[in-house]
């Protein structure tokens, strides 16, 4: 729908066997990461699930951290054209607006607010 729309989108997709495949060449130059400082790199390919009419392009972001023995791998699918770290910084600002909905709502659902729409009473 958002493609025949015209929409831009970048929606997280959850790592499977076929995506892990694609990232084996850039998981071999890991880089070495200090404490607070991880190496992070960015990779884009194409992939079509099997239930996608059309193949698609995926951003992969893979940080390593100091002390720990696997990296951290997040998949975004996108139609987007800006490069992979922008993809990437565009899908979390979208994430962090929301939590400030989430925060909004958790704020109303706490208060208790005057009114005969608004109380919430339990009886």
Not at 14 to 39: H, M, S, Y
Not at 58 to 86: M, S
Request: proline share 6%; charged share 25%.
């Amino acid at each position: 729908y958002l493609e025949e729309e015209a929409y831009e989108y970048a929606i997280r997709l959850p790592a499977n066997q076929v995506l892990n495949r694609q990232l084996e060449t850039v998981l071999e130059q890991r880089g070495n990461a200090t404490p607070g400082r991880p190496v992070v790199v960015y990779h884009d390919f194409q992939y079509q699930a099997g239930t996608w009419n059309k193949p698609r392009r995926v951003v992969a972001k893979i940080e390593w951290h100091a002390g720990e023995l696997f990296p951290r791998v997040g998949f975004i699918v996108t139609n987007r054209k800006d490069p992979a770290k922008g993809i990437v910084h565009f899908y979390n600002r979208r994430g962090t607006c929301e939590q400030w909905i989430k925060e909004g709502k958790y704020a109303l659902d706490w208060m208790r607010l005057s009114g005969p729409l608004f109380s919430r009473t339990t009886r």
